[in-house]
């Protein structure tokens, strides 16, 4: 069986070596997406890793889709038009426990708000983006305090297991899988993101301020504010106990300890503990303390 795996991030990248690493009869070719919205995409760690092994691959700007000839295409955390396939060869992984969750970035989201579990779908694709029939799920339960490179490690796993037993499943039955609809009574949507979503809101609780920058960091670019009237990202924070106030005043500095500027909330204070400005540059220590985010 000739299975073409296009491929973007850790996420892909884990399940190309995972299935490749199996030594079965199947010939996998990949095709391997850039993502420049991320530090670190795995895009020169998988070309290495089909260099090394010997893996037929593409990189997608000089893709020609000419895919007549696979028997089955996978599509890895991507997030391009795939032409020229039929909807029953094509299966998507997405990560999440559809219906719930479809679109855009929904680990990221599910992690801000807090879910209990999370895991992979694999579906085949369809006309409208993650409504398709599903094939295979996989659960997996999040425990917080927790990152969102921690929780992306963690469901790269899933994925590559899922896709290990997808391709078992679909080679033992003669190229053909078992799949059901979606309930659309329990769909939901989960929105594209652009940099005013990683905006911190100082109005906000201390801990769900320490909680939403855990989920928008590494290998994203950062929860960002202003400082002073300047953008600036905020890598690590901690809430704290709060005082009174009885001017309260969000993201004005309170105190400054040892150079860590710690910033009173809508509720409670959190001590800004790596601060970066908008080309990596460390801003650490903060000499001024009359300094406010915004």
């Not at 996420?11 to 995972?18: E, N, Q, T």
């Not at 391709?167 to 659309?184: F, G, M, P, R």
Request: charged share 30%.
């Amino acid at each position: 069986m000739k299975i073409l795996i296009f491929s973007l991030g850790e996420k892909g990248y884990r399940v190309v070596k995972a299935l490749s690493e199996k030594k079965d009869k199947h010939a996998y070719v990949c095709v391997i997406g850039h993502d420049g919205a991320v530090e670190k995409d795995f895009s020169s760690d998988l070309t290495d890793f089909c260099i090394r092994n010997k893996i037929e691959y593409y990189i997608r700007k000089r893709f020609t889709y000419d895919i007549s000839g696979y028997d089955l295409v996978l599509a890895v955390g991507w997030r391009w038009l795939i032409r020229g396939v039929s909807e029953e060869k094509l299966i998507v992984f997405h990560d999440s426990l559809l219906p719930r969750y479809r679109g855009f970035a929904p680990l990221v989201t599910a992690l801000i708000n807090k879910e209990k579990e999370t895991g992979v779908t694999a579906l085949f694709g369809g006309k409208n983006y993650d409504t398709g029939n599903i094939v295979l799920q996989k659960k997996m339960s999040i425990t917080y305090p927790t990152t969102i490179a921690a929780e992306i490690n963690r469901i790269s796993t899933v994925y590559s297991d899922l896709a290990v037993e997808l391709v078992e499943k679909y080679s033992e039955n003669n190229n053909i899988i078992a799949s059901y609809e979606q309930d659309e009574s329990k769909s939901s949507y989960s929105l594209w993101r652009d940099e005013e979503d990683y905006r911190i809101n100082w109005d906000s609780d201390a801990k769900d301020i320490e909680h939403f920058i855990s989920c928008v960091g590494y290998p994203y670019r950062g929860a960002t504010s202003l400082l002073d009237g300047k953008k600036i990202r905020i890598i690590k924070a901690k809430a704290r106990a709060d005082v009174t106030i009885e001017n309260r005043n969000p993201g004005k500095v309170i105190f400054l300890e040892s150079g860590l500027p710690v910033v009173v909330c809508g509720s409670g204070l959190i001590t800004l503990i790596d601060i970066c400005g908008e080309y990596g540059e460390s801003l650490m220590p903060i000499k001024s303390f009359r300094s406010r985010f915004g």
